[in-house]
C-alpha cells in the first residue's frame, strides 16, 4: 500500500528529526526502501522553491522521481469537506490541505503528516493516516 508523504514529513526528515517521521512503527526510510511513497504536485510545489534557492539539484531530482498519482480536484467535494469542517468548530484547514486529503483518499493512499488537524478531517471524510 502506497503512503502519501506530507511536506511536514519531509520537512522534518530533511532536518534529520527522526522522532518526527516515524509513523504507525515504519519510519520514512524504510518505506523508502521498499518504494511505497507517493507524492503529488502540490506538496512539491511546498518543497521545491526552498530546495532550488538552496540548489539542492539531486534532492530536486529525487523527489520528483517519486511516483505522482494523477492529480484530480473535485471542487464542489472539497466545498463540502470545508463545510463539514466548519460545521464541527474546525476552521483552520486551507485548501492546500483539503486538496491533499482529496488526493489521499481519491487514490486510496495512506496519509504519513505531522500536521494534527488532518486527524480531526479523517472524522468527516474517509481519510486514513500514518
Not at 36 to 59: F, G, M
Amino acid at each position: 500500500m502506497s503512503v502519501l508523504v506530507d511536506s511536514s514529513v519531509w520537512i522534518h526528515y530533511f532536518r534529520g528529526t527522526p522522532d518526527k517521521w516515524t509513523g504507525s512503527g515504519r519510519d520514512l526510510d524504510e518505506l523508502i526502501d521498499e518504494n511505497l511513497i507517493s507524492t503529488n504536485d502540490l506538496i512539491l510545489a511546498e518543497l521545491l522553491p526552498a530546495l532550488i534557492h538552496r540548489r539542492q539539484r539531486k534532492l530536486i531530482s529525487l523527489l520528483k522521481a517519486i511516483t505522482r498519482p494523477h492529480m484530480q480536484i473535485d471542487w464542489e467535494e472539497l466545498v463540502q469537506m470545508q463545510a463539514a469542517c466548519l460545521r464541527d468548530g474546525i476552521n483552520k484547514i486551507g485548501l492546500p490541505d483539503l486538496i491533499i486529503a482529496q488526493h489521499a483518499i481519491q487514490h486510496d493512499l495512506e496519509l504519513f503528516t505531522l500536521d494534527s488537524h488532518f486527524k480531526r478531517l479523517s472524522r468527516h471524510v474517509p481519510l486514513r493516516l500514518r
